[in-house]
């Protein structure tokens, strides 16, 4: 069939070629988003007296029909179409006849693509924000069980100082929290609206482009037309913060795993939340958290490819333009996954407190604490360094851990030393005395529990 853009050519494209160039595959996802577009552009030529009221009424109802009849699965897309403008046009002009042909004044697929793809996107960051806002919530009830739960803090992957559980996993509400502002921000630039940007300049007719916009719920509009069309920023923008979030995720995959695994032995993944091995019977393996980890490289190439489709585009649009698309969308449809899986997986762990605290009572995680009980009582911070770390050289000969030397080969380092050493260095006190804002102390991780749920409030 003759393309509706035939004229300067008869319109019959090489079915190859034509398979090509098809974008209706996967730009029909878009399909709600261009019919509201299309109402409203409707409305506006009828406000500007381009178009009459009664044909402005009939492209809007026709258009209703269509949206209707695609939701409830009485109109499927034609994978001939182009792409899903031209699909939702020759419907329409199919449907109600030649004022189907009025839709298209005043506006080009050049700028009519780049609304969609804005308006779409926005749901997305919506979505995008309530799961991560989601798996939050899920961290911080997580974390209020497990305030006082005491584990190693590791830096270096060697065993560093005592902290909590829970003060560990409220570093990643942090990072989240911040990734779900970062969309927020992406969102407020992305919502101006191309429309009436048209091709590429701009038109003749005397629209109303701020009329459009405001119709569609954007905050404003692009201010130049060249631009408008040819902006792709928000979508490269949007890949960044969610490659950042996938960084994230990929970091607490790892210690997910980490943790399950028998050397760490710190949390068990439920049954529900983990696979099997086909050949050996004992395997009960992490692949949410391996696949999370794995689907990060893929949000990653997701952006990388976009910024190199735009890197040489001359203004303003280009067909290469096209291949924005897929890319953006698997990286919202990845992210949605990774978000909601990750949810789950840690809602249904079972905390290992027991190998925890075994693990934190070895590797001296102590030393700071013993090195700061000498400065407490007037020592300077290097020498008392150097005494804690000849103390723990003479553990690791004697076998035995810091809390098993006895005051005298205690004293036999410094006089500065007491029976009262030894309530200093329990575990409990090194914790319970990182009083300091964001340490790892009961009272600060209660506090950052109660600010971060504060804010997923206001989300
Ligand atoms: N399917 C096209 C895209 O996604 C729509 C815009 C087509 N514009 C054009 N001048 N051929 O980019």
């Known amino acids: 069939m003759a393309k509706m853009w035939s004229g300067r050519t008869d319109g019959v494209v090489d079915k190859l070629a034509d398979d090509f160039n098809s974008s209706i595959s996967f730009d029909c996802r878009m399909y709600r988003q261009d019919i509201t577009g299309s109402m409203a552009h409707a409305a506006m030529l009828a406000a500007k007296n381009i178009i009459t009221e009664a044909e402005a009424e009939e492209l809007i109802c026709g258009l209703e029909g269509i949206l209707g009849d695609l939701e409830s699965g009485a109109l499927t897309f034609d994978p001939e179409c182009e792409d899903i403008h031209m699909f939702v046009e020759q419907v329409l002009t199919q449907r109600i006849g030649d004022v189907g042909k009025k839709l298209h004044t005043a506006r080009s697929r050049n700028d009519q693509v780049a609304l969609d793809i804005r308006m779409y996107l926005r749901d997305e960051i919506d979505s995008i924000r309530a799961l991560a806002k989601a798996l939050i919530s899920v961290l911080c009830e ?6 006082a739960t005491i584990m190693p803090g590791y830096t270096h992957l060697q065993r560093a100082q005592p902290i909590t559980f829970g003060h560990h996993l409220m570093a990643y509400a942090m990072m989240l929290l911040r ?4 969309l927020a921000d992406c ?10 940007c048209c091709a590429l300049a701009g ?13 569609l719920g954007f905050d404003g509009i692009c201010l130049n037309s060249l631009d408008g069309v040819s902006d792709r920023d928000f979508c490269a923008e949007l890949m960044s913060d969610l490659s950042i979030l996938m960084m994230h995720l990929s970091r607490f995959s790892e210690e997910v795993i980490l943790w399950s695994s028998w050397e760490f032995k710190f949390i068990e993944l439920s049954d529900t939340f983990s696979t099997g091995s086909s050949i050996m019977p004992q395997k ?20 990388m490819g976009l910024l ?14 096209q291949e924005d698309k897929e890319g953006v969308f698997d990286a919202c449809d ?32 102590n030393a700071t604490d013993l090195a700061d009980y000498l400065v407490k009582k007037g020592m300077p911070f290097r020498a008392a360094y150097k005494i804690s770390g ?9 076998k035995c851990v810091l809390e098993e030397l006895s005051l005298e080969e205690y004293r036999a380092h410094s006089e500065l030393f007491g029976e009262d050493l030894y309530g200093e260095i329990a575990l409990e006190t090194c914790v319970g005395k990182r009083i300091s804002e964001g340490g790892t102390s009961v009272e600060s991780v209660e506090a950052q529990i109660k600010w971060v749920k504060e804010q997923i409030n206001k989300m």
Not at 142 to 147: A, I
Not at 179 to 182: G, I, S, Y
Not at 187 to 196: D, V
């Open 142 to 147: 997580v974390s209020e069980s497990h305030k």
């Open 179 to 182: 990734d779900a502002d970062r």
């Open 187 to 196: 969102r407020r630039r992305m919502n101006l609206s191309p429309i009436g």
């Open 203 to 215: 038109t003749t007719y005397d629209t109303d482009r701020r009329f459009e916009a405001e119709k």
């Open 284 to 303: 009960k393996n992490p692949d949410m958290a391996e696949l999370v980890r794995g689907k990060t490289g893929r949000v990653y190439g997701d952006l």
């Open 308 to 321: 190199t489709t735009l890197k040489g585009l001359p203004l303003a649009y280009n067909k290469d333009m």
């Open 334 to 365: 990845t992210v949605k996954m990774c978000l909601e899986v990750f949810a789950g997986m840690i809602k249904t762990m079972t905390v290992r407190t027991d190998n925890m605290k075994k693990a934190a009572q070895t590797g001296f995680i």
């Open 390 to 398: 000849k103390l723990v050289a003479e553990c690791i000969e004697k």
